[in-house]
């Protein structure tokens, strides 16, 4: 019953923004933690950012930082990624991930287009 759905993905021009959301149900959202990848077509998945639970610490990839900020939300059981100053190698489905009690659980994923 572990439920990821992403939303806010869509086409976006060079240098805009965009906020991706992922709605959790189905399990304990405050003590888990949460991570979002992307994949390319013909690229390997690679994580973009993650956040850990109590909110402790947040990491991202060296290609996002200072650009991407990862936050989330316990009241609302959702976690968001907000993306600045976008780049046409941005474009990527975004995926949202939980690990909870050893066990990883995934989103179907947010297609994010830059392009102009």
């Known amino acids: 019953q572990v439920q990821l759905v992403e939303s806010g993905g869509g086409l976006v021009q060079p240098g805009g923004s965009l906020r991706l959301s992922c709605a959790a149900s189905?399990?304990?959202?405050?003590?888990?933690?949460m991570y979002w990848y992307r994949q390319a077509p013909g690229k390997e998945r690679e994580m973009v950012a993650v956040?850990?639970?109590?909110?402790?610490?947040?990491n991202y990839a060296a290609s996002v930082k200072g650009r991407f900020t990862v936050s989330r939300d316990n009241a609302k059981n959702t976690v968001y990624l907000q993306m600045n100053s976008l780049r046409p190698e941005d474009t990527a489905v975004y995926y949202c991930?939980?690990?909870?009690?050893?066990?990883?659980?995934w989103g179907r994923g947010t297609q994010v287009t830059v392009s102009s």
């Open positions: 991930s939980a690990l909870f009690r050893g066990n990883y659980y």
């Open positions: 956040i850990t639970h109590s909110i402790v610490s947040t």
């Open positions: 189905g399990f304990t959202f405050s003590m888990s933690t």
